[in-house]
């Protein structure tokens, strides 16, 4: 981290991450209330790799970027290279007031098969395992290459400004529900809080005994590559 003297002869101190490299499979780095993850959980799958670049980090926004290549395991997920954001309590769902984000993100490569996601656990009991839960939100704000979501298709919503295609299943025990843009969105700015709305008013969520325990965004790989995820900006609050 760096300060940065600027601004006509005036003293600033600006946050700066050195780009920090991470690419060992749970690879992990954190600042200013976030988190960053290689999260390489399904490299065993296939072939590949990847590594994932924390670009910056202050209290307004990150960036970041994974650079990835995979082949085998054709309808596996590889891993999440994800930024989370740092809960310091796990909040019943119904209590919190906003989930407030945005999101800008570019991919480039070739064959690219791969989706761009919030990922959000749930569980009743709030000190549950960080690394699932009781029920799964994602949104996907883009899926490449023809890669579906768990479970099935069962409608659309309007969330958000976007509509939807909704899909519901069950990963083991915890029931996911996924958003999911039939266009690539790729600058986004809303209240996750709505989807929970959503899912709690027609789907049967169970929000008012449901704590927050993970805020993540990130990408998932399956196959192709040479290819880089880019997030040119993100922020996530949670009040």
Request: proline fraction near 3%; charge should be negative.
């Given at each position: 981290?760096?300060?940065?003297?600027?601004?006509?002869g005036a003293l600033a101190s600006v946050a700066i991450?050195?780009?920090?490299?991470?690419?060992?499979?749970?690879?992990?780095?954190?600042?200013?209330?976030?988190?960053?993850?290689?999260?390489?959980?399904?490299?065993?799958?296939?072939?590949?790799?990847?590594?994932?670049?924390?670009?910056?980090?202050?209290?307004?926004?990150?960036?970041?970027?994974?650079?990835?290549?995979?082949?085998?395991?054709?309808?596996?997920?590889?891993?999440?290279?994800?930024?989370?954001?740092?809960?310091?309590?796990?909040?019943?769902?119904?209590?919190?007031?906003?989930i407030q984000t945005a999101a800008s993100w570019?991919?480039?490569?070739?064959?690219?098969?791969?989706?761009?996601?919030?990922?959000?656990?749930?569980?009743?009991?709030?000190?549950?395992?960080?690394?699932?839960?009781?029920?799964?939100?994602?949104?996907?704000?883009?899926?490449?290459?023809?890669?579906?979501?768990?479970?099935?298709?069962?409608?659309?919503?309007?969330?958000?400004?976007?509509?939807?295609?909704?899909?519901?299943?069950?990963?083991?025990?915890?029931?996911?529900?996924?958003?999911?843009?039939?266009?690539?969105?790729?600058?986004?700015?809303?209240?996750?809080?709505?989807?929970?709305?959503?899912?709690?008013?027609?789907?049967?969520?169970?929000?008012?005994?449901?704590?927050?325990?993970?805020?993540?965004?990130?990408?998932?790989?399956?196959?192709?590559?040479?290819?880089?995820?880019?997030?040119?900006?993100?922020?996530?609050?949670?009040?």
């Amino acid at each position: 981290m760096k300060s940065i003297l600027v601004l006509g002869g005036a003293l600033a101190s600006v946050a700066i991450a050195a780009s920090t490299q991470l690419c060992n499979q749970y690879g992990y780095f954190a600042s200013h209330g976030y988190y960053f993850n290689n999260n390489a959980w399904g490299k065993d799958a296939g072939t590949g790799y990847i590594c994932t670049y924390v670009d910056w980090t202050d209290d307004s926004h990150v960036v970041f970027h994974a650079d990835w290549e995979w082949a085998g395991g054709e309808n596996n997920v590889k891993a999440f290279p994800d930024v989370g954001r740092t809960l310091n309590s796990k909040p019943i769902v119904s209590s919190l007031g906003s989930i407030q984000t945005a999101a800008s993100w570019t991919y480039t490569g070739n064959n690219v098969r791969a989706d761009v996601a919030y990922d959000l656990f749930t569980a009743a009991d709030p000190n549950h395992d960080t690394s699932s839960g009781d029920y799964e939100l994602m949104v996907w704000l883009a899926r490449l290459g023809g890669v579906q979501p768990i479970g099935s298709k069962v409608g659309t919503a309007t969330v958000a400004g976007h509509t939807w295609e909704l899909w519901d299943g069950m990963n083991g025990a915890m029931r996911v529900y996924s958003f999911v843009a039939p266009t690539a969105v790729n600058s986004f700015n809303a209240n996750i809080k709505d989807f929970f709305n959503y899912i709690a008013a027609n789907r049967g969520f169970p929000a008012a005994s449901q704590h927050l325990i993970t805020a993540q965004f990130g990408t998932e790989p399956f196959t192709g590559g040479p290819a880089t995820f880019t997030v040119s900006s993100f922020s996530l609050n949670v009040n």
